[in-house]
T-cell receptor, first 110, second 115 residues
């Protein structure tokens, strides 16, 4: 089975840096995705990690350690529009299912 | 880019009636479609996986007779909530496996309210 955990809520200040952690326990791992979701909307793809290390994409970076079952999403130069939920999701190698973590609601204050 | 069109975006129905939600992949063939449900302030919970031309597989605890899934073509999957009750009120989202782009494309979601 899958067990994917994230902090429920986080707050940060505009212009700052925030790190959102995700830990997972899976029976068959084939990559980890990060999505952003605003209330009432579909998730938007942010990043994908399948190998260990850091993937950087503009203000967003994602890190993966498969041996530790750990990932984080790093958001730099925070903007008010970054207030949203951030979801990590693990792909199951056998079924291709994308299983979502508990989600982290991030609120950015001026 | 890949697009999945999901309809309706919002629906209000009376308790006891059935509601059909459609997801169409517009520019790619979706052999696999995933259906999720999301309650307020919660994450996406996988309900079922549908594969074109075969029966859907349901996650533990999801009633297959209540949530009917049909994946009759490579571009269309439907979810029918039968005999809806207020506790079925939720946000339903489909996600198509896009093999060409090694990713997943989400529909825009359907807000179902059962009164």
């Amino acid at each position: 089975g899958q067990n994917i955990d994230q902090p429920t809520e986080m707050t940060a200040t505009e212009g700052a840096i925030v790190q959102i952690n995700c830990t997972y326990q899976t029976s068959g791992f084939n990559g980890l995705f990060w999505y952003q979701q605003h209330a009432g909307e579909a998730p938007t793809f942010l990043s994908y990690n399948v190998l260990d290390g850091l993937e950087e994409k503009g203000r967003f970076s994602s890190f993966l350690s498969r041996s530790k079952g750990y990932s984080y999403l790093l958001l730099k130069e925070l903007q008010m529009k970054d207030s949203a939920s951030y979801l990590c999701a693990v792909r199951d190698m056998n079924t291709d299912k994308l299983i979502f973590g508990t989600g982290t609601r991030l609120q950015v204050f001026p | 880019g890949a697009v999945v069109s999901q309809h309706p975006s919002r629906v209000i129905c009376k308790s006891g009636t059935s509601v059909k939600i459609e997801c169409r992949s517009l520019d790619f063939q979706a052999t696999t479609m995933f259906w999720y449900r999301q309650f307020p302030k919660q994450s996406l919970m996988l309900m079922a996986t549908s594969n074109e031309g075969s029966k859907a597989t349901y996650e533990q605890g999801v009633e297959k007779d209540k949530f009917l899934i049909n994946h009759a073509s490579l571009t269309l999957s439907t979810l029918t909530v039968t005999s809806a009750h207020p506790e079925d009120s939720s946000f339903y989202i489909c996600s198509a496996r896009d093999l060409g782009r090694n990713g997943y494309t989400f529909g825009s979601g359907t807000r179902l309210t059962v009164v």
